[in-house]
T-cell receptor, first 113, second 114 residues
Framework: EAEVAQSPRYKITEKSQAVAFWCDPI?????LYWYRQILGQGPELLVQ????????DSQLPKDRFSAERLKGVDSTLKIQPAELGDSAMYLC???????????FGDGTRLSIL | AQSVAQPEDQVNVAEGNPLTVKCTYSVSGNPYLFWYVQYPNRGLQFLLK??????LVKGSYGFEAEFNKSQTSFHLKKPSALVSDSALYFC????????????FGTGTKLQVIP
């Protein structure tokens, strides 16, 4: 079982609905990442936090996606409204610093109907 | 902008034979380089990293990687492949200094044939 906790593992919902993913990183890890991984591709960074601050959200579709890490510990990624093209694996990772190895959760597989 | 290329979508190797998974990168300055492995329906797991020093880096599960600055490569190797090594392998790079985003390659599927 992964050290980084993510829930839910699977989510099936209809387009236009709201979806939320939760991530609890390894204790003491200041850096937290959310990635989107489409089948057969590498992870694409959506947002990176340093403690509670956003360091990079340049690839986050801000019209529908939001992310927060209010107390600098766990984090939530939200999509509203979901679109068919959002179907993918959403991975959370954490690390001690941004040049250190990342530890990944097992992800949330999202299917939009 | 930095980039990572994994030229082979899939590598097939017989069990017990040596394996190589290729990675080349493009980055300004000296890089940090990483290899990760992903099993089906799981997140990525860290295998090894190059920060500085010895060009041959040893990692988990008997894997190693060789950093070649002149060829901008960081190939993953293992002397004797196991069936359980069959998985998806990702190379990643990040430049040094300040905040730098990690860029992942597109992945190479390793199939070890019994």
């Amino acid at each position: 079982e992964a050290e980084v906790a993510q829930s839910p593992r699977y989510k099936i919902t209809e387009k236009s609905q709201a979806v939320a993913f939760w991530c609890d990183p390894i204790s003491g890890h200041a850096t937290l990442y959310w990635y989107r991984q489409i089948l057969g591709q590498g992870p694409e960074l959506l947002v990176q936090f340093q403690d509670e601050s956003v360091v990079d959200d340049s690839q986050l579709p801000k019209d529908r996606f939001s992310a927060e890490r209010l107390k600098g510990v766990d984090s939530t990624l939200k999509i509203q409204p979901a679109e068919l093209g959002d179907s993918a694996m959403y991975l959370c990772a954490s690390s001690l610093a941004d040049n250190q190895p990342q530890h990944f959760g097992d992800g949330t597989r999202l299917s939009i109907l | 902008a930095q980039s990572v290329a994994q030229p082979e979508d899939q590598v097939n190797v017989a069990e017990g034979n040596p394996l190589t998974v290729k990675c080349t990168y493009s980055v300004s300055g000296n890089p940090y380089l990483f290899w990760y492995v992903q099993y089906p329906n799981r997140g990525l797991q860290f295998l090894l990293k190059y920060i500085t020093g010895d060009n041959l880096v040893k990692g988990s599960y008997g894997f190693e990687a060789e950093f070649n600055k002149s060829q901008t490569s960081f190939h993953l190797k293992k002397p004797s492949a196991l069936v359980s090594d069959s998985a998806l392998y990702f190379c990643a790079v990040t430049p040094r200094g300040g905040y730098q985003k990690v860029t992942f390659g597109t992945g190479t599927k390793l199939q070890v044939i019994p």
